[in-house]
């Protein structure tokens, strides 16, 4: 009964065969779909019998559609229950937490979305005012499902893109109100997917403040599990991502599929587990975040959501992500070049500066091979001068005490330093919070109303700051047209954007998602009049390490946790979902001033260099003159091995959580060229430490392997077989950099 039944709904598929839009095909019957690569395929058909979209299958590659195996009749609920559906909404008697949940004027929430119709496109077109993947014609292909609501007069669009490259899928959709009266959207998840009833496994990205990206993994299990952020930001609490695996699945092992939102604001992860043994997967907005009206007339765009499969464990699935979003999502000029290795003054002198000392410590940065300087927090306020973290947020004029003459001959005195050893001159870059202002400023005196507020619920108050509604044209002007002043007053050549707030009361719950596109719209416009200029997103470290500033900005602050071991498990969580090209590291002095922990300067190095930009945050005068002596040698390593860092796949062998010996290397895709880190945390007489594997070699080519003073050969098949055996001292903290290169 049940085969012939299988057997009855086998129907086949066929490629459309035109143009470049052949990775998606139409069955025979024009209401089955397929977006399918080599290696991929999602599939999806129409329900003749209720107009829905059944959802069929996201995985590995499948010539045919097989629709699933259905009882509806043998159980409590109705048809709507007991289907796998691709945009679950509400009403109708499916019970699972939907997609899309709309609140109508007469009070009622039930939609009933049908199928009217589809497109099929190359390329890929942009979504409205949000961060998104892109490409060309030859680099994706588009299908739209157009669904309609005859109750309601309410159309939704769904957009499924395929990146083949890169085994991936991006899916957004927007709903556009036909009728005449306004309605509420209360629930936007960007993807929405049933799996069929398969033993799963889940992993998340938590933390908090200076402890960002643990890695969480759990059993999907009965009943809801997931994550959310309400702090008005993607958060340190949660990273807006995860990935589904089978409980067999390792990091190079086995299927993975990684889910990521493009998105910057309040979102939910949701992956509920049904009786039937399916589990519904969404990720988009965060429902406390929206209760979004939209007029007649109008249209709502949810942000988008990508995902990659892989069979080949966690590693392949971010390698998927991370040439899909260095290649496809950001499109800063910066993403593929090497990054200037700076120094930046907040950890040496905080808010106790003036010019003089200042283009002393760029001088200082300069000799030990330096060829940015950033200027960190500090530098501005006239009426309500920047000397502590108490006034001047949103006054963006040069302090007078600190520059009298304004910030351009300072800069020019910067800019004017040679970097040791180079014909280089020193880049100048500035830090911003553009987005806060303290209440002991003139922007807030002058509009106390351009603050997040609700009524006249207390301003709480965080690091003495509030959040500007940034939903509010005004203060989008205002952003803009300040931000830009500063950056015709002076050459400069990098931005580092802070905020180091989350956000405590709204006026409303839709201000949430306003003050999200009011923030793209800002930094777009700006990014896009200085694409010369290197931006650098920061949140208190990474509260906003996320793909939708990814798009607009090349790098991100990894965390304010610069101890090197705690950067260790901070690094390689963020690598689960980011292209390690995107991960802003720094040596900062010792102890720590966040763990008072005390780390060797070679190992605090080593673990930077594992990121695309490497900085100094420290004061040169305070360190020992040993410690200056080798610096210029870890820079000059840095530098040589960063073009690999920003631009090779990404290779986690060993995970610090799992093992005293962790390690990761990068290798280019034709594997002539290959970096390997590795550490040692403790030292231990006991075990010793288990051969290291690499990944990504050509097995029959010999290698020259080096650590800088001392080289050895090895084949591909050895160093990935045998493993190399690698002999640690007998101390704690410890790390190599070897260099591989094919002969
Ligand atoms: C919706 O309305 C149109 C036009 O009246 C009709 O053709 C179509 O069958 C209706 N669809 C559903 C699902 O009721
Ligand atoms: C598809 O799979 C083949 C065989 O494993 C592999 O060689 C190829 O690189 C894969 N393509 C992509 C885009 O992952
Ligand atoms: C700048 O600061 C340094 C060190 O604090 C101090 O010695 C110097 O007098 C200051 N210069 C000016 C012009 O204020
Ligand atoms: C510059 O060269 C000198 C002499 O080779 C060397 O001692 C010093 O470390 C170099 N400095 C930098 C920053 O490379
Ligand atoms: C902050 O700096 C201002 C201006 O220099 C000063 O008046 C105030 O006392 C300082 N507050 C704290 C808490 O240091
Ligand atoms: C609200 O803020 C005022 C002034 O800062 C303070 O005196 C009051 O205690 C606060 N009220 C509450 C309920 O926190
Ligand atoms: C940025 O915004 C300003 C002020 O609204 C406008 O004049 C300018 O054309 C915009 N630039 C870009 C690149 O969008
Ligand atoms: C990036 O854009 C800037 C400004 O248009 C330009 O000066 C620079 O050469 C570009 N860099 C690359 C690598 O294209
Ligand atoms: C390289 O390895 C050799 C042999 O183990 C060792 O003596 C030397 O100190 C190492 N050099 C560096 C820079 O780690």
Redesign the pocket.
Known sequence: MLASKVLLCLFPVWGLGQSTANWISVGEDGTSFSLSSSNISYQFHVDPLTLDLIHDHWGAYSAETVPPFINSESGWGGDYTYRLREFPDVGRGDFRVPAIHIEHASGDTVSAFSYTGYEINSGKPPLPGLPATYGSEADVSTLTIHLYDNYSDISADLYYSIFPRYNAIARSFQITNHGDKEVKILRASSWSIDMPNEELEMIDLYGDWAAEARINRRKVTHGEQGFRSTAGYSSHFHNPFFALVSPTTTESLGPATGYSLIYTGSFAANVEKWSTGWVRVLLGLNPMHLSWPLGSGETFASPEVVSVYSEKGLSGMSQSLHSLYRNHLSRSNKTFETRPPLLNSWEGLGF??????MVKLAQDAADLGCSLFVNDDGWFGTDFPRDNDTLGLGDWTPQPAKFPDGLRPYVEQVNSITVANSSEKMIFGLWVEPEMVNPKSDLYLNHPDWCMHAGSHNRTLKRNQLVLNVGLPEVQEYIISTIEKVLDSAPIGYIKWDNNRGIHEMPSPAASHEYILGMYHVIDNLTTAHPEILWEGCASGGGRFDPGLLHYWPQSWTSDDTDGLERLYIQFGTSFAYPLSALGCHVSAVPNGQTGRTTPLVFRSAVASMCGSYGLELDPSELEQEELDVIPGLIDLQQRINPIVINGDFHRLVLPDESNWPAAMFTYPDAHEAVLFAFQIRSALKPLPPPLKLKGLDSDAKYTVSNGTWETTWSGSTLMNTGLSLVWPAADYESMILTLKKQ
């Not at 106790?352 to 000392?357: G, I, Q, V, Y």
């Open positions: 106790d500066f003036n010019e003089t000392s």
